[in-house]
Every structure is written in structure tokens, then in C-alpha cells.
Nanobody, 117 residues
Framework: QVQFVESGGGLVQPGGSLRLSCAAS????????MAWFRQAPGKQRELVAA???????RYVDSVKGRFTISRDNAKNMVYLQLNSLQREDTAVYYC???????????WGQGTQVTVSS
């Protein structure tokens, strides 16, 4: 069974940065497009960034120019660099397969990002 373990969240001031990491195990990681999602209190989970096996990326408009998704297939890792953080970015962040290509059946615990002064 695939497992995703997210890490790197924390408390940061507005304008600050964080780097989130996702370790994937139990699957042939390199053949899957991957994505980062977030869920803020009282809101639905949303996809914020995705990356194909070839490295093409896409982002939700609200994070374009601020967030960067990347992957290291040799290490089975996906990363999300968060810059110029805003209070609206406060959420639990999850990684998973890109639902455009793969059905999602399992979610990890996520990592909490809190942007506050």
C-alpha cells in the first residue's frame, strides 16, 4: 500500500518561507504525476500544485509565482517551496497522486502550515 509522509510545516510570519517534503513509499513513484493539496479550516481540500513525471508543473492561481513544486525520483520525494507566505495559506498540506491521472484512495496525515504574526 502506498504511503505518503509529509513534513516541514510550521509557524511562520507573513512574507516568510517554508519547504515541505513528501516521502513516498510502496509504489513505483517515478511513473506517477504528483501533487500537493491543502485544506484550510472549514474549507474543501484543494490542489495547489502538480508535477508530471517529466517535470511539467501547474499551479492554482492563488500560489503562482510564490510556490514551487519539484520532485526527486531517485529519492521518492516531492517538495513544495512556499515563499511570500500569506495568512490565507494557513492550512494542512498533503501530497498525493495528481487526480488528473490517478485515483486517490489514501491520504497521509499532512503537515500544518500556519502563517501568523
Amino acid at each position: 500500500q502506498v504511503q505518503f509522509v509529509e513534513s516541514g510545516g510550521g509557524l511562520v510570519q507573513p512574507g516568510g518561507s517554508l519547504r515541505l517534503s513528501c516521502a513516498a513509499s510502496g509504489s513505483i513513484f517515478s511513473i506517477y504525476a504528483m501533487a500537493w493539496f491543502r485544506q484550510a479550516p472549514g474549507k474543501q481540500r484543494e490542489l495547489v500544485a502538480a508535477i508530471t513525471t517529466g517535470g511539467s508543473t501547474r499551479y492554482v492561481d492563488s500560489v503562482k509565482g510564490r510556490f514551487t513544486i519539484s520532485r526527486d525520483n531517485a529519492k521518492n520525494m516531492v517538495y513544495l517551496q512556499l515563499n511570500s507566505l500569506q495568512r490565507e495559506d494557513t492550512a494542512v498540506y498533503y501530497c498525493n497522486y495528481d487526480p488528473r491521472y490517478t485515483i486517490i484512495a489514501y491520504w497521509g496525515q499532512g503537515t500544518q502550515v500556519t502563517v501568523s504574526s
